[in-house]
């Protein structure tokens, strides 16, 4: 049986972060209307994908939404659309929001799987984040968390800040080992066009590492989360088993039809790709008119759902079956330099090839 993804976007943050490029707004009194422009976005799509397997609410900061509209919201998920058994429901939260009790009933509405927003457990690296959480918040997120009840929690985490160095970001990794969190995700910080971290760092007043220090940035995380249990599943990603893979980011990693809603949510079905408004006044004004909110789309062709099968199982462990890859001098350059193994006809990337995932497929792929 055919299985697709969903996304629900919460286009919400009681402030920005200075180094976050998501769409979001901080006028929090548009919450009401939001949830019913997204219930009724959700009636456009009735019976336009398969079933369900995992339903992902991010944003934006989605703890922020209260209990009712959260309620309301998946409600209407579990009206107008079908899902598989057992299906991955995930929220992510911010460390700052939330008691033991607010968990519990997060629990109680369905919902299975935690992203929490720790990014650091260093105050001095939060407050330079812009964070609205203190390491300590975070801790006690985790701690409220598990003893609600929840077994399936991940955290964020992001290295490679000014200043940081090797010791300071494994303390951060340590702490995953002593809160017994089963996944966690590594990124890299990215400096995205037009965020104030960006504007910053074009003015000359970042100090940020090389390709050297991030490669020994990469390295670090790779070998301590190895040598503590942890499978490195794909570029950003560990978890301590299987079972806690993230099922949802392997829907977008295998190309698997996704569907997202809110603004500036992004879908897929297989062959097309569309987009919708990054604005919420104007996502408001026409789901009020009974209208889906697209702002663009666009055809995959053959050729580019071959680069982008390539592209997205390069970043994982599993890989990608050799035949999609034709034989060259380069393909075999990056064998023998141990960018890449071929294992039971899967060309799969080391953990040295995982760290230049986004460029293998491009080397590989020229054209």
Request: proline share 5%.
């Given at each position: 049986?055919?299985?697709?993804?969903?996304?629900?976007?919460?286009?919400?943050?009681?402030r920005?972060?200075p180094?976050?490029?998501?769409?979001?707004?901080?006028n929090?009194?548009?919450?009401?209307?939001?949830?019913?422009?997204?219930?009724?976005?959700?009636?456009?799509?009735?019976g336009?994908?398969?079933p369900?397997?995992?339903?992902?609410?991010g944003?934006?900061?989605?703890?922020l939404?209260p209990?009712?509209?959260?309620?309301?919201?998946?409600n209407?998920?579990?009206?107008f659309?079908?899902?598989?058994?057992?299906?991955?429901?995930t929220?992510?939260?911010?460390?700052?929001?939330?008691?033991?009790?607010?968990?519990?009933?997060?629990a109680?509405?369905?919902?299975?799987?935690?992203?929490?927003?720790?990014?650091?457990?260093?105050?001095?690296?939060?407050?330079?984040?812009?964070?609205?959480?203190?390491?300590?918040?975070?801790?006690?997120?985790?701690?409220?968390?598990?003893?609600?009840?929840?077994?399936?929690?991940?955290?964020?985490?992001?290295?490679?800040?000014?200043?940081?160095?090797?010791?300071?970001?494994?303390?951060?990794?340590?702490?995953?080992?002593?809160?017994?969190?089963?996944?966690v995700?590594?990124?890299?910080?990215?400096?995205?066009?037009?965020?104030?971290?960006?504007?910053?760092?074009?003015?000359?007043?970042?100090?940020?590492?090389?390709?050297?220090?991030?490669?020994?940035?990469?390295?670090?995380?790779?070998?301590?989360?190895?040598?503590?249990?942890?499978?490195?599943?794909?570029?950003?990603?560990?978890?301590?088993?299987?079972?806690?893979?993230?099922?949802?980011?392997?829907?977008?990693?295998?190309?698997?039809?996704?569907?997202?809603?809110?603004p500036?949510?992004?879908?897929f079905?297989?062959?097309?790709?569309?987009?919708?408004?990054?604005?919420?006044?104007?996502y408001?004004?026409?789901?009020?008119?009974?209208?889906?909110?697209?702002?663009?789309?666009?055809?995959?062709?053959?050729?580019?759902?071959?680069?982008?099968?390539?592209?997205?199982?390069?970043?994982?462990?599993?890989?990608?079956?050799?035949?999609?890859?034709?034989?060259?001098?380069?393909?075999?350059?990056?064998?023998?330099?141990?960018?890449?193994?071929?294992?039971?006809?899967?060309l799969?990337?080391?953990?040295?090839?995982?760290?230049?995932?986004?460029?293998?497929?491009?080397?590989?792929?020229?054209?």
């Open positions: 049986m055919s299985e697709a993804g969903l996304y629900i976007h919460i286009p919400f943050c009681a920005k972060c180094y976050c490029h998501f769409y979001s707004i901080t929090l009194e548009l919450m009401g209307p939001f949830i019913e422009g997204l219930v009724r976005e959700m009636e456009m799509y009735r336009a994908f398969p369900f397997s995992t339903i992902y609410v944003g934006g900061s989605p703890s939404l209990l009712p509209f959260i309620e309301t919201m998946l209407g998920v579990f009206r659309f079908s899902l598989t058994r057992n299906p991955e429901v929220v992510e939260v911010n460390p700052a929001d939330g008691d033991r009790t607010w968990f519990k009933a997060l109680q509405l369905g919902v299975n799987r935690l992203i929490i927003g720790v990014q650091s457990f260093d105050d001095g690296d939060l407050a330079f984040l812009g964070r609205r959480h203190r390491a300590e918040d975070a801790v006690v997120a985790v701690k409220n968390a598990q003893e609600a009840g929840f077994v399936n929690i991940g955290i964020d985490l992001i290295y490679g800040l000014p200043q940081q160095s090797i010791e300071v970001w494994e303390d951060n990794l340590k702490q995953v080992i002593n809160l017994a969190i089963p996944h995700s590594c990124y890299e910080l990215t400096l995205e066009e037009g965020t104030p971290l960006d504007e910053r760092a074009k003015r000359g007043e970042l100090n940020l590492p090389d390709e050297e220090m991030k490669w020994q940035f990469f390295q670090a995380t790779d070998g301590f989360l190895s040598e503590h249990g942890f499978i490195h599943y794909e570029v950003s990603n560990f978890a301590r088993d299987d079972a806690f893979y993230s099922r949802h980011n392997l829907h977008y990693w295998q190309r698997v039809p996704y569907l997202g809603l809110g500036s949510a992004h879908s079905d297989g062959h097309h790709r569309w987009w919708n408004t990054s604005s919420l006044t104007r408001l004004r026409k789901t009020e008119k009974g209208v889906k909110p697209i702002e663009g789309k666009e055809e995959i062709t053959r050729e580019d759902a071959i680069f982008e099968e390539i592209f997205l199982g390069l970043r994982t462990r599993d890989g990608v079956n050799k035949e999609l890859v034709r034989h060259s001098p380069l393909l075999e350059s990056l064998l023998q330099e141990g960018y890449l193994i071929v294992d039971h006809n899967r799969r990337p080391t953990p040295k090839g995982l760290a230049l995932a986004d460029r293998l497929a491009v080397i590989i792929c020229p054209n």
